[in-house]
């Protein structure tokens, strides 16, 4: 990593972060401690990511020898690695990952920003498989905007009351041919298959999923029950 790049990443954390140091410390000497503190969590998750599809793969062939004590030991080591670099933005670990994910793809990018704020409840009746979707799928949207953004940003907004959780996701986006989402995706008849399985796990779930645009901004509103 060279200056320019190390001095971005100082400067985000110091954004996100509230540092304190003793009176002895330099600011100088707190922004060292901050950079290597960060990249190792940096280098931990980029690692972290480039090798889940192996251990999905390890996964499945347990699966095909019915070895579920294995299969169980296994997720357990992986989610000690995992846990050891995540940081916690939602309480919802799933969707941590994926905005982890968008952040670190995007935190070099000079007008990139986000902002999170609220905490899941415990309560949420969605299982892994659920939320791996309803939040893979949402920041995959998020991330394919901030593409085509001139300054890329997302928030994520979580309240609670009643026997409802409210998520609303709201991203930079550019619309044009009218109302019609544009897609990098290469095979445009996969277009749409993410958000309609957004919207059937909501769905499933008692809630409801909506989404708008309004002057360069994609709103998706998420109600889900607890």
């Not at 007008?111 to 704020?117: K, N, R």
């Not at 905007?145 to 550019?174: D, T, Y």
């Not at 769905?203 to 999923?209: A, L, S, T, Y």
């Amino acid at each position: 990593m060279n200056e320019e790049e190390k001095g971005k990443l100082i400067a985000a954390v110091k954004r996100d972060c509230k540092i304190t140091w003793s009176n002895s410390e330099t600011e100088k000497e707190i922004e060292e401690k901050v950079y290597e503190r960060e990249w190792k969590r940096y280098q931990s998750m980029r690692s972290f990511r480039h090798d889940v599809k192996k251990h999905l793969r390890v996964l499945h062939a347990l699966g095909d020898r019915g070895d579920i004590e294995e299969i169980r030991k296994y997720i357990e080591e992986i989610g000690i690695e995992y846990n050891q670099n995540a940081v916690n933005h939602t309480g919802d670990f799933i969707l941590d990952y994926f905005i982890d994910y968008v952040i670190n793809e995007w935190k070099d990018h000079a007008e990139f920003s986000y902002e999170i704020d609220g905490k899941f409840p415990a309560e949420v009746d969605l299982n892994y498989r659920e939320r791996c979707i309803l939040w893979g799928n949402a920041m995959d949207n998020v991330e394919e905007a901030l593409e085509k953004a001139e300054k890329p940003f997302f928030e994520i907004h979580i309240s609670h009351g009643g026997r409802a959780v409210f998520v609303e996701m709201i991203n930079s986006c550019e619309i044009k041919e009218g109302n019609i989402l544009k897609t990098k995706k290469a095979d445009r008849s996969q277009h749409g298959i993410g958000t309609a399985n957004m919207r059937d796990i909501v769905k499933q779930n008692g809630g409801e999923i909506t989404w708008h645009y309004e002057e360069g901004k994609m709103h998706v509103t998420i109600s889900l029950l607890i």
